[in-house]
């Protein structure tokens, strides 16, 4: 994704320079080449060689040391940037950037510099609040410097407050977006479900599928990329909610009913990318059943068809459904478009190889109103997902 990208990583000292790390990595699986320039102080926290290793860069910090090259290296390293993300930023560095102040190489850098500044704060609560510190990051934010704001939990002080780095997959988020600027569903609020849901027995017990939620996932991360406003109804999965996403964790399917028809009125596009349970136990134990004979009746009561409902209260909304069948695919997909009034369905044969639950690819089929079928061979998840948003996309409303 940022193959031929030169991302230039700021690292400043706080204990969250550890963070950095993780970025790192996660930047060099989407091809980037990531250059890391250290304050003196952060290499007292995460030493150069690691992110050496990490980024196959040399590492720069000490600004007076013969360059490697015939450029002033902080001039060539300015140039190079596509983009310029400090993270972790301490009150010091931040406080340079609003004085004015160059006094090392990453600060000198941060000067030179025509690239987009990504600046990520991470520092003691109290520090964070400072008012100084909260005026020079309202002078930068006006001189067009982007912040991602920190986290609040239990700093590495033992203090609880706002001041924690963001998370790094957060991070990688913004810079996709900072170097990928295609915001065609701008100004558009999406509505995605992902996941399985569990449909209670007991305590102990439920009734569930193999969803994972990938899918799902993809579409709500790459909405989130291309500009829209994204709500994610996920069921119970384990993982990372995508940048810039809102994500409302629901367990059964009566909970993504409710919550799926709370968010309707305000979305422009729903795409149902969930595995929701067709039944659930008629009868949910309050306590664990005991296995006390060799056999156990279980009787089911039919769930809402939460698609089904949005299909006639619809307007002029987009709605895109999902199909996972292991035979007759088109045929028994085909009926669900008009069954439920959709613009189109995507449509998978879980025998497919490559296809179905837990993997990170798909093969599908999209299936329309007129009964056109594209076909779309073995991608990437997120590869289908932009698939997808391209056909909601250009849907033209008459």
Known sequence: MLKGKNIVLGVSGGIAAYKACELVSRLKKLSADVHVIMTDSAAKFVTPLTFQSLSLNQVAVDMFKAPKYWEIEHISMAKLADVLVIAPATANIIGKLAGGIADDMLSTTAMATKAKVIIVPAMNSNMYENPVVQRNIKLLKELGYSFIEPEEGRLACGDVGKGKMADPAVIEGAIIEALSPNLDLAGKTVLVTAGPTREAIDPVRFISNHSTGKMGYAIAERAAKRGARVHLVSGPVSLETPWGVTRYDVVSAEEMHNKVMELFSGCDIV????????????????????????????????????????GKIKGDKIIVGFAME????????????????????VANDLNESGAGFAADTNVVKLIDREGNIESIPLKKKLEVADIILDRIRDIKRT
């Open 271 to 310: 795409i149902k990318a969930a595995a929701v349970a067709d039944y659930a136990p008629q009868t949910s134990y309050s306590q664990k059943v005991k296995k006390v004979s060799a056999e156990f009746e279980l009787k089911l009561k039919k769930n809402p068809d939460i698609l089904y409902e949005l």
């Open 326 to 345: 292991t035979e007759k695919l088109v045929e028994n997909a085909a009926l669900k478009v008009n069954n439920k009034n959709l613009d189109f369905i």
